[in-house]
C-alpha cells in the first residue's frame, strides 16, 4: 500500500540511482548494505513495482524506476523546501509580509530594500500594495497589511502606531504650454483661481490632498494625473522626484507660488503599523532597512530642507 512508502526510501532510491549500486549508496548514506537492499525491495512491494533489473552485476533503472525517479525526487525537494519554510516560520516569526505603501514613496528606495530583503530572508513571501491616496492607511486598519508607509490625515489613530520617517519634497507644476508658465517670478493666489487644480483624493472621497484652488478636479492616481499635467488640463503639487524628469526635459514647469513665500514644501511620511501586531522579525528588519535607505536618499536631494512648509492630507468626518 501507498501508505508503506516513506521520504527515507525515496532519499534511497535517488541515491541508488546516483551512485549506481546499492553497495555504493550504503557507503554514501552510512549504512549497510543490507538495510539499503530491504529498503528498495520495500518500495517495490508498496508499489507493486519493479524498479531496478537485478539480473547483471549492477543494477538498472527499469523503464518505471525512471518514472518513479523523477517524482521521487520532486517530493523529496518539496519535503526538504516544507522543511526550510518551517525553519524559517520558526526563526523569523512571520511567513509572509504584506506591504502597503503610497505611490509617492519612491520606487528607488522601495525595490533596493526589497532586493536586500529577498537575499537576507528568501523564505518570506512578499505581498506589496503601491495604492493612493488613503489607501495605504485603510489596508492597515483592515488588516490586509502588516506594515504601512504614508502620510497619516490625523495623528493619534487608536491602535495605530507611528514612526516619522522624513519628508518627502514636493514641486507645484503645471505643463510648459500652460498659462500659468508663462508667469515670471510668484503667482498670486488670484492668478491660480483662475485655472483648475488636479487634486488628489481616494475612492470613498475621505481622504483629500491640499486643494489651494476653487476649480479643480480629483484623481486617485499619481500616474494618472501625471498624464493629464502634461497635457495641459490643470497644474498640481506633486512628489519632486516624479516631476523632476519632466521638469529637467521642459515638459514640466515648477510654479512658485506667493501664498508659500518660496518656501519649499513638504509631505510627511510615517511608518505604521498596528498596535496589536507589532512587527515580528522579518518586517522588523524591512522596517529598518526603508527607513535607512530613505534617510539616505533624502540627503542626496539638494532641495531638502528642515523648515520647509508641511502639505497633509485631510480626511472628511463621518
Known sequence: MLSRMTLDQLQIL??????????????????????ISQSIQSLE???QLKLFDRSQKLPRLTNAGKAILADAKRIVSGANALRARAKSIATVAEPEISLAIEQVFPNEVLIGCLDDFRVKYPLVSVTLFAEGLGAPEQSLLEGNARLAIYSPAQEGLPGIQLQFLG?????????????????????PQSDLEEHVQLALTDRTRRYRGVVMGTKSWSFID?????????????????????AWPHI????????????????????????????????????????DSLRTRFGEWLEKLSNRTDDGIQIRVTVATR
Not at 494618472?224 to 503639487?237: K, M
Not at 518656501?263 to 510627511?268: N, T
Open 14 to 35: 535517488i541515491t541508488v540511482a546516483e551512485m549506481g549500486s546499492f553497495s555504493a549508496a550504503a557507503r554514501k548514506l552510512n549504512r549497510v548494505q543490507s538495510a
Open 45 to 47: 512491494e508498496a508499489l
Open 222 to 242: 499619481q500616474i494618472n494625473r501625471l498624464d493629464f499635467a502634461l497635457q495641459g488640463f490643470g497644474w498640481c503639487t506633486m512628489p519632486t522626484h516624479l
Open 167 to 187: 519628508n518627502l519634497p514636493v514641486s507645484v507644476v503645471a505643463s510648459a504650454q500652460h498659462p500659468l508658465a508663462a508667469i515670471s517670478g510668484m503667482i
Open 248 to 287: 529637467e526635459a521642459g515638459r514640466l514647469v515648477e510654479l512658485k507660488l506667493a501664498i508659500y513665500q518660496d518656501r519649499p514644501l513638504l509631505f510627511p511620511l510615517y511608518a505604521a503599523f498596528r498596535v496589536d501586531e507589532p512587527p515580528g522579525l522579518a518586517t522588523q528588519w524591512l522596517l
